[in-house]
Nanobody
Framework: QVQLVESGGGLVQPGGSLRLSCTAS????????MGWYRQTPGNERELVAF???????YYVDAVKGRASISGGSATNTVDLQMNNLKPEDTAVYFC????????????????WGQGVQVTVAS
């Protein structure tokens, strides 16, 4: 059984930083793409960033320049470092895994983590 387990959420002040981590366990199709989505109440999950098995990365415009994703299927982990956090970054962040980058872009996710709350407030 595949599990994605996240850690690292919490409360941080505007302008602060945090690092989210996700570890995959079980037998996952290989290679695969790992990424992060986020969701706020009443809204759909939105893609934040992903990393492919060849370590190609993608970031949504809202976090470009403030986020860095690392890891990937070779390590079965994916970390998301976010800096200069803003109140609008407040959301539940979900780790995700899918066979291809196109799957991730289209929200065709094979496995989800349970989600971790990130709150940016003073």
């Amino acid at each position: 059984q595949v599990q994605l387990v996240e850690s690292g959420g919490g409360l941080v002040q505007p302008g602060g930083s945090l690092r989210l981590s996700c570890t995959a366990s079980g037998t996952i199709f290989s290679p695969y793409v790992m990424g992060w989505y986020r969701q706020t109440p009443g809204n759909e999950r939105e893609l934040v960033a992903f990393i492919t098995d060849s370590t190609r990365t993608y970031y949504v415009d809202a976090v470009k320049g403030r986020a860095s994703i690392s890891g990937g299927s070779a390590t079965n982990t994916v970390d998301l470092q976010m800096n200069n956090l803003k109140p609008e970054d407040t959301a539940v962040y979900f780790c995700a895994a899918a066979p291809t980058a196109a799957n991730v872009r289209n929200s065709e996710i094979q496995y989800w983590g349970q989600g971790v709350q990130v709150t940016v407030a003073s």
